[in-house]
Antibody, heavy 118, light 107 residues
Framework: QVQLVESGGGVVQPGRSLRLSCAAS????????MHWVRQAPGKGLEWVAV????????YYADSVKGRFTISRDNSKNTLYLQMNNLRAEDTAVYYC???????????WGQGTLVTVSS | AIRMTQSPSSFSASIGDRVTITCRAS??????LAWYQQKPGKAPKLLIY???TLQSGVPSRFSGSGSGTDFTLTISYLQSEDFATYYC?????????FGQGTKVEIK
């Protein structure tokens, strides 16, 4: 069955960096686009970034553009989110999600919490 | 960016009620809309895509309609497990955007 497992969250000071990982299994990872979506405590969902199945295209939310980088290693079935220059407003649960047919997000991980605080 | 606005933000309903949630896009998005359900502490779950196509395994009491800028999610007969927050999301263009969510609570 499809499984997405995020890791790498934690408490980090403002201005520092963190890298999140999403380990995929149960499907052919290299044939699917992948997304990151976040949710601040008590708030709604915010789309963060997407990467094409082969890594050829990437798009970002304006709120993270220039600070976050999405990448993938298809040989390791793993998606990444490199987060630099973190701000308090980046505090959220970060979910990875699989893109089906270039539209819907049909499978989601359980999320990993990132807290940016001094 | 396309702005997605849901209404209402929250409401109370009883088991067995028929409920409707509305989602409006700030510009036309054809039928490039999905609905997700989220329960506290859990990841979102895909319910409907292409505005009206039910995701596999989702009960038939859920339905979606609309195109262009106005969309609805309907639960025909509310069950106890349907009390949750619902989000619409457009995938017409990047950045993809979600509505702010509609919380369905027990009356």
């Amino acid at each position: 069955q499809v499984q997405l497992v995020e890791s790498g969250g934690g408490v980090v000071q403002p201005g520092r960096s963190l890298r999140l990982s999403c380990a995929a299994s149960g499907f052919t990872f290299s044939t699917y686009g992948m997304h990151w979506v976040r949710q601040a405590p008590g708030k709604g969902l915010e789309w963060v970034a997407v990467i094409w199945f082969d890594g050829s295209s990437k798009y970002y939310a304006d709120s993270v553009k220039g600070r976050f980088t999405i990448s993938r290693d298809n040989s390791k079935n793993t998606l990444y989110l490199q987060m630099n220059n973190l701000r308090a407003e980046d505090t959220a649960v970060y979910y990875c999600a699989r893109d089906q047919d270039g539209d819907r997000l049909d499978y989601w991980g359980q999320g990993t919490l990132v807290t940016v605080s001094s | 960016a396309i702005r997605m606005t849901q209404s209402p933000s929250s409401f109370s309903a009883s088991i067995g009620d028929r409920v409707t949630i509305t989602c409006r896009a700030s510009q036309g998005i054809s039928s490039y809309l999905a609905w997700y359900q989220q329960k506290p502490g859990k990841a979102p779950k895909l319910l409907i895509y292409a505005a009206s196509t039910l995701q596999s395994g989702v009960p038939s009491r859920f339905s979606g309609s609309g195109s262009g800028t106005d969309f609805t999610l309907t639960i025909s007969y509310l069950q106890s497990e349907d009390f949750a927050t619902y989000y619409c999301q457009q995938y017409y263009s990047y950045p993809r955007t979600f509505g702010q969510g509609t919380k369905v609570e027990i009356k």
